[in-house]
Nanobody, 125 residues
Framework: QVQLVESGGGLVQAGGSLRLSCAGS????????MGWFRQAPGKEREFVAG????????YYADSVEGRFTISRDNAKNTVSLQMNSLKPEDTAVYYC??????????????????WGQGTQVTVSS
């Protein structure tokens, strides 16, 4: 079973940047499509970004397109989410999730089977 551990969350002012990281342990995540999700208080969890197993294909929610960048380093067994121009509405717990092995697409309809524990991101106005 692959375990995922997120890090990099914190408090930042609007307009600032944060970089989230997701590390796999127990097994490599390099062969899995990966995604980032978030859940704000009182709201449902929503898809943020996804990346194919090779890193050649990415997918973003409209709300973060152009501000967030998902990437992966399969040699280091990590997936990252660079978040720029942060807004108060980006405040949420962010989760890393693992999808199908060798999937060429990682989008909101992809089935994600394993999840991290989440990391809090708070953007102040």
């Amino acid at each position: 079973q692959v375990q995922l551990v997120e890090s990099g969350g914190g408090l930042v002012q609007a307009g600032g940047s944060l970089r989230l990281s997701c590390a796999g342990s127990g097994r490599t995540v390099s062969t899995y499509a990966m995604g980032w999700f978030r859940q704000a208080p009182g709201k449902e969890r929503e898809f943020v970004a996804g990346i194919s197993w090779s890193g050649g294909s990415t997918y973003y929610a409209d709300s973060v397109e152009g501000r967030f960048t998902i990437s992966r380093d399969n040699a280091k067994n990590t997936v990252s989410l660079q978040m720029n121009s942060l807004k108060p509405e980006d405040t949420a717990v962010y989760y890393c999730a693992g999808g199908p092995a060798y999937a060429k697409v990682a989008g909101p309809r992809t089935k994600y089977d394993f999840w991290g524990q989440g990391t809090q991101v708070t953007v102040s106005s």
